[in-house]
Nanobody, 118 residues
Framework: QVQLVESGGGLVQGGGSLTLSCAAS????????MAWYRQAPGKQRELVAD???????NYADSVKGRFTISRDNAKNTVYLQMNSLKPEDTAVYYC????????????WGQGTQVTVSS
């Protein structure tokens, strides 16, 4: 079992920055990918960015050039650095740690609210 604890959300003005963190504990040795998703009110959850154990990253078009996903293996933590925030980035952000080979190893954080004011 893997436990995920997210932090770093909050209220920020448009154009500002926030960094989200997601720390994992437990049996993470089967995990080879991490991701951040978000869900705005009335909308479906969407992928924001992901990173593999090899370090490959992928971003949604809407955040390319503004957001950066990274990980610290020593701390078992994945980060999402968010710059040039826009009101449309307002959402609950969720981290996900998972195995791309074994679907039963798929864990989600509790979510953290990010609100961007105009």
């Amino acid at each position: 079992q893997v436990q995920l604890v997210e932090s770093g959300g909050g209220l920020v003005q448009g154009g500002g920055s926030l960094t989200l963190s997601c720390a994992a504990s437990g049996s993470i040795f089967r995990i080879n990918a991490m991701a951040w998703y978000r869900q705005a009110p009335g909308k479906q959850r969407e992928l924001v960015a992901d990173i593999t154990s090899a370090g490959s990253t992928n971003y949604a078009d809407s955040v390319k050039g503004r957001f950066t996903i990274s990980r610290d293996n020593a701390k078992n933590t994945v980060y999402l650095q968010m710059n040039s925030l826009k009101p449309e980035d307002t959402a609950v952000y969720y981290c996900r740690w998972y195995s791309t080979f074994m679907s039963q190893y798929d864990y989600w954080g509790q979510g953290t609210q990010v609100t961007v004011s105009s």
